[in-house]
């Protein structure tokens, strides 16, 4: 009985890790669609919608755990971070996007743990968890926003033109992608949270 007890422990131990490591592959993936925008060194990325939805998919802890994998893989060298902006490695977490990579553990750490984790077949998504998913991708959305003005703001010295830069091109996007993860968290976060 108790050496299934350890067996159980650790198979479950592998699937926490390989969610992990998913979801660093998931944000290198969608850093490679890029697009650069006029007037900003900041691209149009998937990359803050593959944070906040692996943040609300694996839960706090396991959300904020691939983001760190992610920036130690990018910092390391590997080419998961987007390809329009020239700095290699470690140089990136110091650039013009710097303060957006950087925000995407507190993102995905913050999103994990205000989407509920109700159980499937025992609960079902409500209005009120729609809301609460809502309300976590907003929060995740604005953290990553802050993240890279705070950065864009001690490059340029100035905020008003760091939001100009960082900020006000992407609110448009920022819709979409919320129009996107809410339905997505809502029907996939029981499920894969279930097996982790």
Do not use: C, E, H
């Given at each position: 009985m108790e050496l299934s007890a350890?067996?159980?422990?650790?198979?479950?131990?592998?699937?926490?890790?390989?969610?992990?490591?998913?979801?660093a592959l998931l944000v290198a993936l969608a850093a490679q669609v890029s697009i650069p925008l006029p007037g900003t060194p900041v691209p149009m990325t998937l990359q803050p919608m593959a944070v906040l939805l692996v943040g609300g998919l694996l839960g706090a802890r396991l959300g904020a755990l691939s983001m760190i994998l992610y920036l130690a893989?990018?910092?390391?060298?590997?080419?998961?971070?987007?390809?329009?902006?020239?700095?290699?490695?470690?140089?990136?977490?110091?650039?013009?996007?710097?303060?957006?990579?950087?925000?995407?553990?507190?993102?995905?750490?913050?999103?994990?743990?205000?989407t509920p984790g109700w159980q499937p077949g025992v609960n079902t998504p409500t209005v009120a968890s729609a809301v609460r998913v809502t309300l976590a991708v907003l929060a995740g959305l604005v953290l990553i926003h802050?993240?890279?003005?705070?950065?864009?703001?001690?490059?340029?010295?100035?905020?008003?033109?760091?939001?100009?830069?960082?900020?006000?091109?992407?609110?448009?996007?920022?819709?979409?992608?919320?129009?996107?993860?809410?339905?997505?968290?809502?029907?996939?976060?029981?499920?894969?949270?279930?097996r982790l």
């Open positions: 350890i067996g159980y422990r650790v198979s479950g131990m592998w699937i926490r890790a390989g969610a992990v490591a998913l979801g893989m990018g910092a390391a060298g590997l080419p998961v971070f987007t390809p329009t902006v020239p700095l290699p490695g470690i140089a990136r977490l110091l650039g013009p996007t710097g303060g957006y990579l950087l925000a995407y553990p507190v993102a995905a750490w913050v999103v994990g743990w205000l802050l993240g890279g003005l705070a950065q864009l703001a001690i490059l340029t010295g100035n905020v008003s033109g760091a939001a100009r830069l960082a900020t006000w091109p992407f609110l448009l996007g920022d819709l979409l992608k919320l129009a996107i993860l809410v339905p997505v968290l809502t029907k996939l976060t029981p499920t894969v949270r279930a």
